[in-house]
């Protein structure tokens, strides 16, 4: 017995249709590229530079190796940002410090605390050593997206 006219059956048939028809432009969305807009904030002094490691993976950034991107950024412009294209979206997560001596390390006082300032996505924080990835990771969706760091 076929159904009424608009009946479930008919319904099911139109929104399928419309999912096929919608197919490539959904699959064009997911391919998209994301950016990221990385805002640094509590860059007190003007000297040396700002050193950022982008990780895509809770392995790479646990062991702190093979960022995706590294940037070596002035701090002589005091507080600023920097936009990174061509980010396939997904989980990322940053870390980054104030290197004001340009040593290309962070500096560490007798008892193994940090002095120079330093900051990771989402602000997170730990209370020894770096917050782990799931504080400090956050999603990139295709266009434009954006973290703000405060380096402490």
């Known amino acids: 017995m076929a159904g009424p006219a608009g009946g479930p059956v008919k319904r099911a048939g139109l929104l399928l249709a419309v999912l096929l028809a919608a197919a490539p432009v959904l699959a064009g969305a997911q391919g ?10 509590g860059v007190s002094r003007r000297e040396g530079v700002v050193l950022f490691a982008l990780f895509d993976s809770k ?11 590294t940037l070596t ?3 002589s412009e005091g507080n600023f940002a920097v936009t990174l294209a061509g980010l396939a979206p997904g989980t990322y997560a ?14 560490f006082n007798p008892l193994g605390m940090p002095l120079e300032p330093y900051g ?5 924080r730990a ?3 770096p917050p782990p990835w799931r504080r400090a990771a956050f999603e990139v969706k295709p266009g434009g997206n954006g973290q703000t760091i405060r380096l402490h």
């Open 127 to 129: 209370p020894f050593g």
């Open 32 to 41: 998209e590229d994301g950016s990221l807009t990385v805002a640094f904030d």
């Open 94 to 107: 940053v870390k980054s410090f104030h290197d004001r001596d340009a040593n290309g390390r962070m500096n």
């Open 73 to 75: 950024l002035p701090a």
């Open 59 to 69: 392995a790479a950034y646990d062991a702190n190796v093979n960022p995706i991107r």
């Open 120 to 124: 990771f996505s989402n602000n997170a």
